[in-house]
């Protein structure tokens, strides 16, 4: 039976591992339709202490000390290059996949790979994105990413009472897409996976099959 290879793009401050760990109940939910691949991004973060148990990696930075905040209005950038040369060369290595699953940080990232996708569709190639938790990215360089509506079928999931990123800020990012599917749930900064919710996914995963 086809499943939907799904690549994952992790928040700021996580990883492969600490993202597969946090997306566990959505996973199980859905693994007769999807099956889902986890990067780490290649820009580590400094551990504010010595305890921290997992490395915590971002997508890129926003100011100069190597930090990132969603809210910097910025022209740094630090790291994007990096992470775009790594999720294009999994596409064409890994590939094909069928869509991208992105979570705040991410979920911005893969927002700019969806702008890619219709100007480099040869290499960026995949038919639907995820969105979770996602936002337009304040830097100033990426305000060519959000010029022209993006055409990539889109599933955008945010809370309600999110306090890490906006609900305003993840609405404002629905407006760049031609066809966006919202799915707003009453809770915070995270994937949510009851059994209403895996309903939202499969209706919206299920065309793609």
């Not at 869509?99 to 790979?113: R, V």
Request: proline share 4%.
């Amino acid at each position: 039976e086809k499943r939907l290879r799904i690549l994952c793009l992790h928040g700021y401050r996580q990883s492969e591992a600490i993202f597969r760990e946090k997306t566990g109940s959505f996973r199980k939910g859905l693994r007769k339709l999807v099956d889902l691949v986890y990067i780490t991004a290649p820009n580590e973060v400094k551990l504010d202490s010595e305890c921290e148990e997992h490395a915590q990696y971002g997508w890129w930075f926003s100011s100069p000390g190597n930090s990132f905040t969603a809210s910097d209005k910025s022209d740094i950038d630090e790291g994007l290059e990096k992470s775009l040369t790594l999720v294009r060369e999994t596409l064409r290595q890994e590939g094909p996949f069928d869509g991208l699953l992105g979570f705040s940080q991410g979920g911005a990232l893969a927002s700019i790979i969806c702008a890619l996708r219709d100007k480099e569709s040869s290499v960026v190639n995949f038919k639907f994105a995820i969105l979770v938790s996602a936002f337009i990215s304040r830097c100033t360089k990426h305000s060519q990413y959000y010029r022209d509506q993006i055409t990539c079928p889109s599933l955008h999931v945010f809370g309600s009472t999110d306090k890490v990123i906006p609900t305003e800020w993840s609405e404002e990012l629905t407006l760049r897409y031609q066809q966006p599917v919202v799915m707003c749930h009453p809770g915070g900064h995270y994937l949510p996976a009851t059994s209403a919710d895996r309903q939202m996914y499969c209706d919206f995963l299920r065309q793609f099959l």
